[in-house]
């Protein structure tokens, strides 16, 4: 029996790797699954892959996270589809090793992989509500994370690492400090480190830098499936029903960092992000 009939699911950065393994998944289990996609070209390619393998609950609605009004878009035409939200991946990911700014002048990494997904989440909680989940694709980069207040574009000192560590430690304290204010509607917010996996995260699609690596290293990682699993069991689980605000590995509770823990950072950065989505933030 499919344990989503009647189920509507968002996937971030459906279009490929854990994205669109996810996607898939979700679709086998008879949900009705939306996927945001930043690229019209790639989105529509896996859009008709999906379409082809038999899955006409479907649909692609485009959006860049890296652009607040896009995003905002996207919440309004699903809004005018949809009346509920059952399931929110927010899977997509962003890495690049030279410092690259979002629409709105925020750090690319921060931008996309946390504040794009931090104004998706919470525009779409008014059409979410009891027994919706939430689940964030963090990594294990976290652990050497750290929030850089008063630099948060990272206008000095950029490197890759710095970076993306923070991005993704933000996503860690956004599930826990989220958490704790849906919680008593009954939607629950969890997060988890898919491990090594081989996608396109690196890849640069202009120059095509990092498909060498990638492919060198591919028989080493898991595969965007196994990378998939965690998060596919976060939001589909009848053992996870009333499990909230924690951090997964390999389908179980995970050690996380002692700072991601930190409630009272989480709710300052909750507050900032607040604050930087309600105005363009050029200046910030």
């Known amino acids: 029996m499919k344990r989503l009939l009647g189920k509507t699911a968002i996937v971030t950065g459906a279009n490929s790797g854990m994205g669109m393994a996810t996607a898939r998944s979700l679709l086998d289990e008879g949900a009705t699954v939306v996927m945001l996609c930043r690229s019209e070209k790639r989105g529509k390619e896996a859009y008709k892959k999906l379409l082809s393998d038999g899955n006409s609950r479907t649909y692609l609605i485009l959006a860049d996270?890296?652009?607040y009004e896009s995003i905002r878009q996207f919440v309004q035409q699903f809004k005018s589809m949809f009346q509920r939200l059952d399931i929110l991946v927010n899977n997509a990911g962003f890495i690049s090793l030279d410092r690259q700014e979002t629409q709105e002048g925020l750090e690319r990494q921060f931008g996309i992989n946390h504040i794009g997904h931090f104004l998706l989440t919470t525009s779409l909680l008014d059409v979410m509500g009891?027994?919706?989940r939430i689940v964030n694709v963090a990594s294990g980069a976290h652990k050497?994370?750290?929030i850089h207040f008063d630099d948060i574009n990272l206008h000095k000192?950029?490197?890759v690492i710095k970076a993306y560590s923070q991005s993704k430690l933000?996503?860690?304290?956004?599930?826990?400090e989220l958490a704790r204010r849906v919680?008593?509607?009954g939607i629950t917010v969890n997060c988890c480190h898919p491990g090594a996996v081989a996608t396109n995260i690196g890849?640069?699609?202009e120059t095509g830098f990092g498909k060498t690596v990638t492919g060198l290293l591919k028989p080493f990682f898991q595969?965007?499936?196994e990378g998939a699993r965690t998060a596919i069991f976060l939001a589909t689980d009848e053992s996870v029903k009333d499990i909230t605000g924690e951090y997964f590995y390999k389908c179980k509770i995970a050690k996380s960092s002692k700072r991601s823990k930190d409630m009272e950072l989480a709710k300052k950065l909750f507050e900032f992000s607040e604050e930087l989505v309600s105005r363009p933030t050029r200046s910030a």
Do not use: C, Y
């Open 65 to 67: 996270l890296g652009d």
């Open 130 to 132: 009891n027994g919706s």
């Open 144 to 146: 050497t994370g750290k």
């Open 157 to 159: 000192g950029f490197n």
């Open 170 to 176: 933000a996503n860690v304290l956004f599930t826990r």
């Open 183 to 185: 919680a008593d509607r």
């Open 203 to 205: 890849i640069d699609r």
């Open 223 to 225: 595969t965007p499936e």
